[in-house]
Structures are given as structure tokens and as C-alpha cells.
């Protein structure tokens, strides 16, 4: 080859490669092995192999739109970690775990199916807002359960098996230690059963919990994901921020952006830019 001929070969090489780079990341235009956004010092390669555990579909998001993803992935980081604490079949909270603010709900004005409810002091302010916000649509949202201790969760277990025997208890009950419910920042609303989902508690819920902080935990069709069927009356409050980056990046599924963070937490703290 003559000289003339190598380079050529070489600079249209070197366009393919960046031809490649913008199709893999449209939306910002980055040298290879630099951060892709401020707040982190990931690169686009870095960034890939974070998210390589997810669905295709939902890695594909975050690559298209990786400053969007870091931008708002900052902010989540930023929120108190015990609030996006993964709690699962594999993954359990102490006996002896209780919430360190857990304040009645007695002594506030909601609607609620018995009265010794409780929830964290730190989620009230959402709470509020989002009772505020659906009264001023019209719709009241009716509080029927809350916190549940270790012991509690034992007991609600134990008669979910005596009445449905333990496959069945298995897909809607959680073992204690297992239970959302436990960290004082899920709640049950309504009439706990699939006609929930119909009622316009549970359409304005599906709606607009989010903008609370509030996301569905055991969404439809998700049950292999999840470990529980679906459960249109059950949310968990995992802050406004991280209800963002799950309905945006994360194809609104709660357990896999908990996942992901329980995942990388460590690793993306040690990302962050000064
Ligand atoms: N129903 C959910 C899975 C719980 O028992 O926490
Ligand atoms: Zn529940």
C-alpha cells in the first residue's frame, strides 16, 4: 500500500470508529476514556459494564442518554441511603430492625382503616402532599396498612399460609425480615385486593404517586423479577428523585433500579466528581 493509501485506510478507520461511538451514545459527543458527565468521572465504558446486569431494553435507555441518567443518578445518591434500601426474598432486614422516626398516623388527618397505623416522621411531608394533592382531584386515598414490625410480619405470614396454604402465601406475603413494610415507608391503600387497581384511588395512585416519591412495588406482570404477583395497592416510598430515575431509566420497575443502587452504590460514591 502506498502512503497516500494507508492513510486514507486509516482516517476512514478512525470515522467508522466514531460513527460507532455516536451511534452507541447520540446524545453527547465525547472522546473515548473521558467522563461522560460531570457529576461522575465514568466513562462510556465504565457506564456499559455498570449496566450490563440489566435488561437490554433498559441499558439501552441509559446509553442513550447517559448525562441524563448520571445527571439524576447524582441526585438519588444524594438521598438518605436507607430509604432506597433493597429488602427482598434475598434480601432481609434484622429482627430487630424497627425505623428510627416512626410517628402514628393517628395525629394526622388521613383516612385510615384502623388506628394504630405508623410510618417514618422523614416520608410525612410527602405523604401529605401527595393526601393533598389527590383530595384536590377529588380522590381520597385510604390508608389500610403501614409499618409492620418483624414480629407482626410473622403473624401476617403465618395466616396468609393457614388460609391459602404456602405457594399461594408465597406470591403476596413476605417472610418477616423480608417485608417492605418493615422499613416504615410502605404503605397498603384502599381494599388490598385487585379491585383496587379499577378504583380512582388506585388510578390516581398509578397516575401520580410517583411525583411524591411513591412507586409501585410489585408492578404486573413482573412477578419473576419481583419474587411477588402483582399488588396495585402496595407503594413504597423510595424519594421524588429515584421515582424519577425509575420511570425514566429503569422502565419503572422499583426492584430493578433498588437492585442496581444495592449493586453499585459503593462503586458509583467513589465515582463522584469532587
Ligand atoms: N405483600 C408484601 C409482599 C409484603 O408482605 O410485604
Ligand atoms: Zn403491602
Known amino acids: 500500500m502506498t ?3 494507508n492513510r486514507k485506510a486509516l482516517v476512514a478507520a478512525s470515522l467508522l470508529l466514531l ?17 461522560v458527565a460531570p457529576e461522575f468521572s465514568l466513562t462510556a465504558q465504565d457506564l456499559q459494564a455498570l449496566t450490563a446486569g440489566l435488561p437490554g431494553s433498559i441499558q439501552q435507555a441509559i ?3 447517559p448525562r441524563g441518567f448520571l445527571h439524576l443518578l447524582a441526585q438519588v445518591l444524594d438521598q438518605p441511603q436507607d430509604l432506597l434500601v433493597l429488602v427482598d426474598k434475598g434480601h432481609l432486614l434484622g429482627a430487630g430492625y424497627v425505623p428510627p422516626d416512626l410517628v402514628p398516623l393517628r395525629g394526622y388527618r388521613l383516612a385510615v382503616s384502623r388506628n394504630d397505623l405508623s410510618l417514618r416522621r422523614v416520608i410525612m411531608t410527602d405523604v401529605l402532599a401527595m393526601v393533598a394533592a389527590a383530595k ?4 381520597t386515598l385510604l390508608f389500610s396498612s403501614s409499618y409492620r414490625s418483624y414480629e407482626y410480619q410473622k403473624e401476617v405470614y403465618a ?46 395512585l398509578a397516575a401520580h404517586a410517583w411525583e411524591y416519591g411513591f412507586t409501585l412495588s410489585y408492578p404486573k406482570g413482573y412477578e419473576q423479577v ?19 430515575l425509575q420511570r425514566e431509566f429503569f ?16 462503586q458509583l460514591q467513589g465515582a463522584r466528581s469532587p
Open 3 to 5: 502512503r497516500a493509501a
Open 19 to 35: 460513527a460507532a461511538a455516536a451511534l452507541a451514545f447520540p446524545s453527547g459527543a465525547f472522546a473515548a476514556g473521558s467522563p
Open 63 to 65: 446509553l442513550a442518554d
Open 136 to 139: 384536590a382531584d377529588g380522590v
Open 159 to 204: 395466616r396468609e399460609v393457614t388460609t391459602y396454604g404456602q405457594e399461594a402465601a408465597d406470591r403476596e406475603s413476605a417472610h418477616p425480615g423480608a417485608s417492605q413494610h418493615q422499613l416504615g415507608t410502605a404503605i397498603d391503600f384502599g381494599s388490598i385486593t385487585d379491585e383496587f387497581a379499577g378504583t380512582r384511588a388506585g388510578r390516581w
Open 226 to 244: 419481583t419474587g411477588y404477583r402483582w399488588e396495585s395497592w402496595h407503594y413504597r416510598y423510595i424519594t421524588r428523585p429515584a421515582a424519577r
Open 251 to 266: 422502565g419503572d420497575v422499583q426492584q430493578y433500579l433498588l437492585e442496581f443502587l444495592d449493586a453499585h452504590r459503593t
